[in-house]
Structure formats: C-alpha cells, structure tokens
C-alpha cells in the first residue's frame, strides 16, 4: 500500500480474504487427504490443528477437530478382515 499501512490484506478485506484462504487451504488439504495413507492424513489433520490453534483462526479448529474426531472414530469402527477370516479360519 502506498500509505505506509503495510498490512495485507487491507482491514476491510479481512473477512473476504480469510473466508478465500479457508476454502483454498481446505481444498489443497482434502485433495492431499485423498492421496494419502490414514495415517498420515491424521497426522496432517494434527499439524494443521496446531497452525490454526497458533494463528487464533477458531473456525479452522473446529473444523479440524471435528474431521479429525470423525476420522478416528471410523478408524475404531473398522473391522479387519484379515483378523476376522484368521478366527474364523477362512483365507
């Protein structure tokens, strides 16, 4: 800016700019989680978790929190099927 105010984005732009940041780094982060093993999607989910926790950004949060909650509980719902066919003694 070129009166001195060397704040980006502008303060009347802050809640286009972050709602715009938002959908882009939640986009980048499902299109990342897509490619990636459980585990490590998890532990994305923890590190994006601490960023956003860092950066006061409340709505990230929540959203990464629920994502990660949700995440683990369907990891405990999963059955195993290779532990499955061993008890029953089917291949």
Partial sequence: MTNGDDSFPAPNARPEWDRALHHALVARATELAATLPADAVEKALLVALEAAT???RWNDVAQLARELEARRRATAATVD???VRARRGTS
């Fill in 54 to 56: 860092v950066a006061s």
């Fill in 81 to 83: 099927l290779v532990s």
